[in-house]
């Protein structure tokens, strides 16, 4: 299973399997990595002893490889190079007690590469750069066969090869316990500059926290769970660099998961990209992810700049029979302005069907009508554990909750920040209990047990 190499704000973005092998996403080249250690030549993609994991939500992947004495270990992240395209650091260290030689292998069948002192090449295009020029470098068919034969420890022996060949690039560089070799490598079309001059690892992990901060808070006594909440959403933050790539049900689905999560300013890009697609394919689709956007965050400008795009998509579903959200779709139309596009919508007398609430956002959440209903998927697992929400989108504003227990007994404390003209709101906890409901938009109560 592969993880995905993304970056905000740049094109480009590439892959990282199980082993550690990096490709872009136009899968025109893999880079592998080999470790020469005291007994044999370690290839990560073929070595059992290999185990991976990541950090910062995914941001940066690390895999360990087990050599004689210890191991060897690669690290990748990817970045944006001073805001132009994308680029993947491949990091591979030594924590054996012994020296060892790092070789990374290029292959690109068919393609002609070359190996320079800054860096080395796919069809004269720069793809991977360096700080270090390697101890030795061995291009064409015969270069796995020369890698073989480096001593180990020093990384010497390779003999002197043309510099130019086709199919295969393999580069080698000896590595004292502790010490650490970083390339670069382009996922995009641009020249990667040497990793020196990108940021590293621990700085692309605060980044993306970052980011992942600028949406809803979304604390879970389950800490599987609590991860996979943040790696799912820096995926999901990432797919907007390369929303070319995806189909117009992938793309509303995206824009529905970001709005859900509380990135509304990332959804209208998606929301933008889906627009600017004159087609009639998945109108209800379509229709779902304006709708959502415009029920979670009330901007009515943003509903006049889509509604265009809404009409095109209600005239398709009219001909496909396609069941969609009429009612939001009608508030979004109303929000335009276009009170007469709302009757249409009535009068073509579409089947109705409601945006579904689907993943976590359902447990945590939802909002029928004036009714918000709090933690209505609350799991048994969670029971005695503090869980906390911190402005989560709804219909009604956003809403901020926390859960503690006092005894077997849950308290609710809870804050919604109503919408402008925001009819009032019964507020209810039924997973927790079903006989509570309060009137307010803040307070704190002690519930009965579940």
């Known amino acids: 299973m592969s993880r995905p190499l993304d970056v905000l704000g740049a094109h480009g973005w590439g892959e990282v399997d199980a082993r550690g092998l990096v490709q872009p996403g136009t899968g025109e080249w893999t880079l592998d990595w080999w470790v020469g250690a005291s007994d044999r030549w370690h290839q990560a993609s073929q070595e059992a002893a290999v185990r991976q994991s990541d950090a910062g939500a995914g941001a940066v992947v690390e895999t360990r490889m087990k050599v004689p004495d210890g191991d060897a270990v690669q690290r990748v992240w990817a970045v944006a190079a001073g805001g132009g ?104 079309r641009g020249k990667p500059p040497p990793p020196s001059d990108l940021p590293d ?51 509303c689905e995206l824009s529905v998961r970001l709005d859900h999560h509380g990135y509304h300013s990332d959804a209208e890009l998606v929301l933008d990209e889906i627009a600017a697609r004159w087609t009639t394919e998945a109108p209800a689709e379509r229709l779902t992810a304006f709708a959502v956007h415009h029920d979670l965050t009330g901007d009515d400008e943003v509903a006049v700049r889509f509604v265009e795009a809404v009409a095109e998509a209600v005239e398709a579903a009219a001909r496909d029979g396609a069941a969609v959200p009429v009612e939001p779709v009608e508030r979004l139309l109303i929000a335009a302005g276009q009170d007469r596009a709302a009757q249409d919508v009535r009068r073509l007398n579409l089947s109705p069907a409601e945006p579904s609430a689907e993943g976590l956002r359902a447990e945590l959440v939802a909002d029928h009508g004036n009714t918000l209903d709090l933690a209505p998927g609350f799991r048994a697992a969670w029971r005695g554990g503090p869980m906390a929400v911190y402005d989560l989108p709804t219909r009604c504003g956003p809403v901020s909750y926390a859960i503690r227990w006092h005894g077997p007994r849950p308290a609710l404390l809870w804050e919604l920040d109503p919408r402008p003209a925001q009819t009032p709101v019964a507020v209810r906890a039924p997973a927790l209990d079903k006989s509570w409901s309060s009137p307010q938009t803040s307070g704190e109560a002690l519930l009965n047990a579940p």
């Open 85 to 188: 395209p994308a680029v993947a650091v491949v990091e591979v260290g030594n924590d054996a007690a012994t020296a060892f030689a790092a070789a990374l292998v290029v292959e690109a069948p068919g393609a002609p590469l070359s190996v320079g002192q800054t860096g080395a090449a796919v069809g004269g295009r720069a793809v991977l750069a360096w700080d270090r020029p390697p101890a030795t470098a061995a291009v064409g068919r015969d270069a796995v066969e020369a890698v073989l034969s480096v001593d180990a420890r020093t990384g010497a022996g390779i003999p002197k090869l043309e510099s130019k060949g086709r199919d295969v690039a393999a580069m080698v560089w000896p590595l004292p316990h502790t010490a650490r070799l970083a390339v670069s490598a382009s996922l995009s």
């Open 201 to 251: 690892a621990d700085a692309v992990v605060r980044g993306w926290q970052a980011h992942l901060d600028r949406g809803a808070r979304i604390e879970v006594p389950d800490e599987g769970l609590a991860r996979r909440i943040d790696r799912n959403r820096r995926r999901w933050l990432g797919r907007t660099g390369r929303m070319e790539t995806a189909n117009l049900a992938e793309l």
